[in-house]
């Protein structure tokens, strides 16, 4: 009896509509009374109830002249009228959304004006993509640092601001425990960048946790970190050279899913790739 209840209430039914109704399918005919007396309803409550149900199509109200006074009688209708009220919600139901999905639009302009959680700051030329490298990126405790390597050519924005963005990534991994994951594509640069940078730091491959695609089809030709619901975009690539921060996290959230998925098909770097490459000419030369 409780399921048919809750099944009765999910068509709309409230729980005194849902007794009155039941206790009417049990005769043939009921008078009101009876039905209050049966159900434990005050009679003018039931009133109310079978007007209700009345116009939801699940009873008929009957009124007959006696000897003496009126007499009001209820029969409920084929149950098979509940699945009747069902198709007639769905079709409403799907009337509503056609409805819903021309108002929607309007509704939502006006609802972003105000809300607005994204944030877009570009930077043009050289002196952009340095402002942009030069900014940290901060995070909640637990979020893991996603870059897209391009391993920007020094030659672009300058052997020292290259570097010192290097450093400043492993000194903020040290203090802050952050997960730093770095995709790159490999080819003959990446390998000389790597093997340069490992060079200076040992420490460089193992707290980046660097992983390679060595497949021509991938090209990064930008740095792109993933941060929280922030991306940083540096490019200084050929004649293309900008930074931009853009804090939004469905853009975060597209970004590090397509990366996540590169990061279970890509090989991690080790120290033996990097012994097998041979050493760093630019870096031997650098020292003398």
Same mark, same amino acid.
């Given at each position: 009896?409780?399921?048919?209840?809750?099944?009765?209430?999910?068509?709309?039914?409230?729980?005194?509509?849902?007794?009155?109704?039941?206790?009417?399918? =049990?005769?043939?005919?009921?008078?009101?009374?009876?039905?209050?007396?049966?159900?434990?309803?005050?009679?003018?409550?039931?009133?109310?109830?079978?007007? #209700?149900?009345?116009?939801?199509?699940?009873?008929?109200?009957?009124?007959?002249?006696?000897?003496?006074?009126?007499?009001?009688?209820?029969?409920?209708?084929?149950?098979?009228?509940? =699945?009747?009220?069902?198709?007639?919600?769905?079709?409403?139901?799907?009337?509503?959304?056609? $409805?819903?999905? $021309?108002?929607?639009?309007?509704?939502?302009?006006?609802?972003?004006?105000?809300?607005?959680?994204?944030?877009?700051?570009?930077?043009?030329?050289?002196?952009?993509?340095?402002?942009?490298?030069?900014?940290?990126?901060?995070?909640?405790?637990?979020?893991?640092?996603?870059?897209?390597?391009?391993?920007?050519?020094?030659?672009?924005?300058?052997?020292?601001?290259?570097?010192? $963005?290097?450093?400043?990534?492993?000194?903020?991994? =040290?203090?802050?425990?952050?997960?730093?994951?770095?995709?790159?594509?490999?080819?003959?640069?990446? =390998?000389?960048?790597?093997?340069?940078?490992?060079?200076? #730091?040992? $420490?460089?491959?193992?707290?980046?946790?660097?992983?390679?695609?060595?497949?021509?089809?991938?090209?990064?030709?930008?740095?792109?970190?993933?941060?929280?619901?922030?991306?940083?975009?540096?490019?200084?690539?050929? #004649?293309?050279?900008?930074?931009?921060?853009?804090?939004?996290?469905?853009?975060?959230?597209?970004?590090?899913?397509?990366?996540?998925?590169?990061?279970?098909?890509?090989?991690?770097?080790?120290?033996?790739?990097?012994?097998?490459?041979?050493?760093?000419?630019?870096?031997?030369?650098?020292?003398?």
């Amino acid at each position: 009896m409780k399921h048919i209840f809750t099944v009765l209430s999910k068509l709309g039914l409230s729980e005194n509509e849902s007794k009155v109704y039941m206790e009417a399918i =049990r005769h043939e005919k009921i008078a009101p009374y009876a039905v209050a007396k049966a159900v434990g309803i005050p009679r003018t409550t039931v009133y109310d109830i079978m007007l #209700n149900l009345a116009l939801k199509g699940l009873i008929t109200v009957e009124q007959s002249q006696g000897l003496e006074k009126q007499q009001t009688w209820i029969q409920a209708k084929n149950p098979s009228t509940l =699945r009747d009220m069902l198709f007639e919600q769905r079709k409403k139901l799907a009337r509503t959304e056609v $409805d819903l999905v $021309d108002i929607l639009p309007i509704l939502k302009g006006e609802y972003t004006q105000h809300v607005s959680n994204t944030d877009f700051q570009f930077y043009p030329g050289i002196e952009g993509a340095k402002q942009v490298m030069r900014q940290t990126i901060v995070g909640s405790k637990n979020d893991t640092l996603r870059v897209y390597e391009s391993l920007m050519p020094m030659d672009t924005l300058g052997k020292k601001l290259i570097n010192k $963005d290097v450093d400043g990534g492993l000194k903020q991994k =040290r203090t802050t425990n952050m997960g730093i994951k770095s995709l790159i594509v490999l080819n003959k640069w990446t =390998r000389h960048v790597l093997s340069y940078q490992h060079q200076r #730091n040992k $420490d460089y491959i193992t707290l980046h946790n660097f992983r390679f695609i060595d497949n021509p089809i991938l090209a990064i030709h930008l740095d792109i970190s993933i941060l929280g619901d922030t991306v940083r975009g540096v490019c200084a690539q050929e #004649n293309e050279a900008w930074g931009c921060i853009i804090k939004s996290p469905q853009l975060a959230n597209t970004l590090a899913s397509v990366f996540d998925i590169l990061w279970t098909t890509a090989t991690p770097v080790t120290e033996k790739d990097i012994a097998s490459w041979g050493e760093n000419e630019f870096f031997e030369a650098e020292n003398k």
